[in-house]
């Protein structure tokens, strides 16, 4: 039986757990199931942890990072066990792509060619920088020498989302063991099971168990007290921007630990009448319908220029004949299922509340109800959605996109930034003065222009306004938020 054919078994016989990762914690007895969104049945069940396990994490963390275990190691035998772990994440790709597809309802053909290989680059690219990034000497006189060095902080909590878990495990473990923190893990409860996976094969590939820890359960279980935690120095989080608050709260309540925010967004896709109309067909597309739209990054709220309306229509309708709604085990699915029963039913909402607001579908509309869970929802196009609209406003996280028309760039540009969030942006246009130039207008931390794109491991990823702050994931810029500052003063007296 292959990897994923095991998987696959096992989830249908409900045999696949996850629970703490701790040395010398004993987990709890109290188990939540581990729903699959493919077909709701049970595959398993997850430690529901509490404030007793974070707390052991912490001691667990602290310990190892005050004893120099992993914190202490030169930056090049750290690198050289991550490269170890990532030989190990290589040899067990299939199972991780399997197991993110039955725990989040993920297409198993993206799991396989997108999300399991950009977590083992990630993992790669940090291992490879840490042993590269030098600190710098303070211009002074001859009679001082300043060093101005960046060092871990200490102990970093990783609360994590659960639309691509294995990546967004990736984008933050990586830079902050790799720069010498001890990392706590909070996967998101729904989708736990590539993470406990990952962070086994860590501690076989030579990773200390204190300086890579895991704790499972809900927000409120384990989050919170992750982010009240005393001893905890930083947190950074990706999910919702309600819950990115809570974690500013309970900083501002506790030790005033470092929190770093990458939360939720609306992205715009401008097109304007001189965009080549066939090439960008796939990338407005992806942009909105790519892993179901459960994706931050979802470029759902498309602006069109008036003129060039109509064949925007025809060519994402032609488009979406490609995109097949389906079984995400089936290798020719795109879209899969919603995450869980609650998402499913708030992302239906939209299709109530946007024909209530009077804009007509154009596109799609349906929810497969015959399909496994029922939880499935086809994309949809929406035509003539008004800035006012729920669907212009909210991040639906779900495989629908509004139109809005304009007519002038100067409306485009307004339309655009008219969002609380600012994570991500797309602008077609075959004219280079305009695309510089809207560009650098929109409020938003990536702007692509003639394409989707987060860009790869090598560029800095994050949000303005509700999107997030404190610091980037991805690029030489996500060591920034795992390190501080320090200056060593020699004078010459
Ligand atoms: P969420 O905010 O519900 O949960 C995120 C994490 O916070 C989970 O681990 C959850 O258990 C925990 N949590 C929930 N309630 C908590 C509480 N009261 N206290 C402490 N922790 C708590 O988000 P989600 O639904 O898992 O993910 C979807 C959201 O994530 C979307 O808004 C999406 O835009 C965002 N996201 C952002 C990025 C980015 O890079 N900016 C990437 C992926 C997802």
């Given at each position: 039986m292959s990897a994923i054919e095991t998987v696959f078994a096992n989830a249908r016989n409900a045999t696949l757990w996850a629970g703490p990762l701790i040395p010398g914690f004993q987990a709890a007895e109290t188990c939540m199931p581990i729903i699959s969104p493919i077909d709701n049945q049970t595959i398993g069940q997850l430690v529901a942890g509490s404030d007793r396990d974070v707390n052991a994490a912490v001691i667990a963390a602290r310990n190892c990072f005050e004893s120099g275990?992993?914190?202490?190691?030169?930056p090049a035998e750290r690198k050289r066990i991550l490269l170890v772990w990532v030989d190990l994440m290589a040899k067990h790709a299939d199972e991780l792509a399997a197991l993110d597809c039955v725990d989040a309802g993920k297409p198993i053909t993206e799991c396989l060619n997108t999300d399991i290989p950009a977590t083992i680059e990630t993992f790669q690219w940090y291992a490879e920088a840490v042993d590269k990034c030098f600190g710098r000497i303070s211009p002074t006189g001859s009679d001082a020498l300043g060093l101005i060095t960046k060092e871990a902080i200490g102990v970093v909590g990783a609360v994590l989302p659960w639309n691509f878990p294995a990546q967004m495990y990736a984008w933050k473990v990586a830079p902050a063991l790799a720069a010498g923190n001890s990392v706590i893990v909070k996967p998101a409860e729904l989708t736990s099971l590539s993470a406990y996976l990952l962070t086994q094969l860590a501690h076989q590939a030579g990773v200390p168990a204190g300086a890579l820890t895991l704790v499972t359960g809900t927000g409120e279980a384990t989050g919170e007290p992750l982010g009240r935690h005393?001893?905890?120095?930083m947190v950074s989080f990706t999910g919702s921007t309600e819950v990115g608050r809570l974690f500013l709260k309970y900083s501002a309540e506790s030790n005033l630990k470092e929190i770093v925010l990458e939360c939720g967004g609306k992205s715009p896709q401008i097109i304007f009448e001189d965009a080549n109309i066939e090439k960008l067909i796939p990338h407005v597309l992806a942009a909105a319908y790519w892993n179901m739209g459960e994706n931050?990054?979802?470029?759902g709220r498309l602006l069109v220029q008036e003129s060039v309306k109509t064949a925007v229509l025809a060519g994402l309708k032609e488009g979406l004949k490609h995109w097949k709604t389906g079984l995400p085990t089936d290798t020719d699915t795109m879209i899969g299922p919603m995450v869980e029963e609650a998402h499913f039913l708030k992302v239906r909402q939209f299709l109530d509340d946007t024909l209530a607001a009077g804009a007509t579908v154009v596109h799609g509309g349906k929810v497969h109800s015959e399909l496994g869970s029922g939880w499935y929802i086809e994309p949809t196009i929406f035509d003539?959605?008004?800035?006012?609209m729920r669907l212009f406003q909210?991040?639906?996280?779900?495989p629908i996109m509004a139109i809005t028309t304009f007519n002038t760039e100067e409306e485009a540009i307004q339309l655009a930034n008219q969002s609380q969030y600012g994570l991500a942006s797309s602008l077609y246009t075959s004219c280079l003065h305009r695309a510089q130039r809207v560009a650098r207008r929109i409020k938003a931390g990536t702007v692509s222009i003639n394409g989707f794109s987060e860009?790869?491991?090598t560029a800095p990823f994050g949000g303005y306004k509700h999107s997030g702050f404190g610091g980037r994931d991805k690029g030489m810029e996500a060591f920034d938020q795992y390190t501080q500052t320090k200056v060593i003063w020699f004078v010459n007296n």
């Open positions: 275990e992993w914190s202490g190691l030169p005393p001893d905890v120095d931050c990054s979802c470029g003539g959605v008004t800035p006012e909210e991040e639906v996280f779900g860009g790869d491991i």
